[in-house]
């Protein structure tokens, strides 16, 4: 069985109308894709109304946390005391979350803990992938 470190963690939506929204979402790790995390949206915070999940380098989260990082679908920036923003661009239009640092910086450590960063390759099964990528 592998072990998987999920956190929920409260996020506050950013739109264009004058509140916050806060939506539930979870964030997810698992050893056996050890560059990755997820970020996984239930049904009723998507426009689709179908639970939405983001997967993005684990890196880049913890780079976020500092300073301004990503250029692509997944941009992660510190914001203000406390908070980090995290936009998901797709073509649908642009999501913007702001999350606690805090709740951020608890889920690293408990991944870092799973995985050090540096140690990522030692967690990839590559004959299993590699059998997985001949097969198809």
Request: net charge negative.
């Amino acid at each position: 069985m592998s072990i998987v470190v999920e956190q929920a963690v409260q996020a506050r939506l950013i739109s264009s109308a004058p509140q916050l929204e806060n939506v539930p979402a979870r964030l997810g790790y698992e050893p056996s894709d050890p560059f990755a995390v997820r970020m996984v949206f239930p049904p009723p915070a998507t426009l689709e109304g179908i639970e939405v999940v983001w997967t993005f380098a684990r890196e880049l989260l913890a780079t976020g946390l500092d300073e301004a990082a990503g250029v692509g679908d997944v941009q992660i920036r510190p914001y203000g005391y406390g908070r980090t923003v995290l936009e998901f661009h797709a073509t649908e239009g642009v999501a913007m979350v702001h999350i606690r640092t805090s709740e951020l910086r608890r889920f690293l450590k408990r991944t870092q803990e799973l995985v050090p960063s540096g140690s990522e390759h030692r967690f990839l099964d590559v004959d299993q992938d590699l059998a997985q990528l001949l097969s198809s």
